[in-house]
């Protein structure tokens, strides 16, 4: 779908709001010291900059991070990294802490935009774009607000096709063939499923454009009542009744679903991870018609050094960064982010390794996230004896070690 012209001035007059608060209890110890959308994500990148770089190359620049749970390293990030814009054009990404207007924190999604209600006064957007801080996609959003014009539509929601037994920590959706959503359940236990396929539910992406005029009002509405100020669970079943809810298929041009991953938990956080190092990924980091930006480091090229005998630093089917040193050791299906050192005779195979790694002569690491500062003494073995590795580390129940950030060995 080609985005016209009136459309282009439509995303000039919309406001995004990315919701990047979340404590992301599923991934921790990633999230010990940071929200989950400041994660580290294959290699060099944060997992907010897939949803920010959607707003880049979508022609948005009218972003407000709604921040809370531990915000500093994303704050800092975005300061780094994210300083692109143009104030005197009113552009603007803007991190928006608690504004305690209610004399409390976020008490949830809905919560966190009233909250900041003033900022869409000042802002004065036709439409307000709503988006979830953590997941891994690629998405146009000027196709989905063409869709929602078209529609005259008071709110669009956008969904894909998961399966069933996956759709209970998702909002499920049913539609008529117009693409009209006649009912929405947060999180249910036993999920509605798509007609002619009992396997597949209708999920949401936490992707929604609101009209302003709506979203404002049903904001101010559920903010005098006693509810759970979400709008999966509150606002949008609310809205069905009366008001044009429509739902936007994520597909291409030919109709496939498209990319969309929710890394919520350890194993699937690992498993999406991986995925990038496949000849041919799911995910691709390397379409060059829509780039990844990320705060880039000074660091120097990636150096693999020695070749003597069993000495020799290379590294196969694996993603490097910048500053990354593999000094006589041998790396595999693996992900390093900037300035990980691997020493001689070290072997590391299908593992996450974040900033500043450094991993020991001889040692062996198998099916690990090592998150950053950790220092491995020589000899260490990890991912290999998986009951000793969990008397120290969370191990998940697909058998992957996690060693958090600053752990020191004794």
């Known amino acids: 779908m080609k985005i016209v012209e009136h459309t282009i001035q439509k995303l000039k007059r919309t406001s995004v709001f990315i919701l990047a608060g979340g404590v992301g209890q599923r991934l921790f ?3 010990r010291e940071r929200s989950k959308p400041a994660v580290s994500f294959g290699g060099k990148y944060r997992i907010i900059d897939f949803t920010l770089s959607n707003c880049l190359n979508s022609g948005l620049r009218r972003i407000n991070l709604v921040v809370q749970y531990k915000s500093h390293s994303l704050d800092r990030h975005l300061k780094l990294g994210w300083n692109v814009f143009s104030s005197r054009l009113g552009e603007h990404i803007t991190a928006l802490p608690p504004q305690f207007y209610t004399e409390t924190w976020y008490k949830g999604t809905a919560d966190a935009i009233y909250q900041n209600l003033f900022v869409i006064k000042d802002e004065n957007p036709e439409q307000v774009l709503i988006l979830s801080g953590d997941h891994i996609y690629k998405m146009d959003y ?16 956008a969904c894909l096709p998961l399966p069933r037994d996956e759709a209970t920590r998702f909002g499920v959706i049913s539609v008529d063939a117009k693409q009209h959503v006649t009912r929405f359940n947060e999180k249910p236990e036993q999920p509605d499923t798509i007609p002619g396929d009992e396997t597949l539910s209708l999920c949401s992406m936490g992707v929604y454009i609101f009209s302003t005029r709506e979203l404002v009002r049903r904001l101010i509405q559920d903010a005098k009542r006693s509810s759970n100020h979400d709008f999966g669970t509150d606002i949008i079943p609310e809205m069905i009744e009366g008001k044009k809810v429509f739902a936007f298929p994520f597909t291409d041009d030919e109709g496939q679903t498209r990319y969309w991953r929710d890394i919520g938990t350890l194993d699937a956080y690992y498993d999406t991870s991986i995925d990038l190092i496949n ?38 089917n694996s993603l490097t960064s910048g500053g990354v040193i593999i000094s006589g050791g041998r790396v595999e299906r693996s992900i390093l982010s900037p300035r990980v050192q691997v020493h001689s005779q070290a072997q590391v195979n299908d593992s996450i390794l974040m900033d500043d790694v450094d991993v020991g002569r001889h040692c062996l690491i198998n099916r690990a996230i090592i998150d950053k500062r950790v ?24 058998g992957i070690v996690v060693i958090p950030s600053d752990y ?3």
């Open 29 to 31: 110890p990633l999230t």
């Open 142 to 157: 000027g196709r989905m607000l063409e869709f929602h014009i078209e529609r005259k539509a008071d709110l669009t929601v």
């Open 279 to 316: 000849v041919n990924p799911q995910f691709d980091l390397y379409s060059p018609g829509w780039p990844i930006y990320t705060y880039q480091g000074s660091h120097p090229p990636a150096k693999f050094v020695f070749n003597q005998g069993d000495r020799v630093g290379v590294a196969l």
């Open 375 to 398: 220092k491995i003494p020589d000899g260490v073995q990890v991912g290999c004896d998986l009951e000793s590795d969990r008397k120290l580390f969370p191990v998940t129940d697909n």
């Open 408 to 410: 020191h060995f004794d």
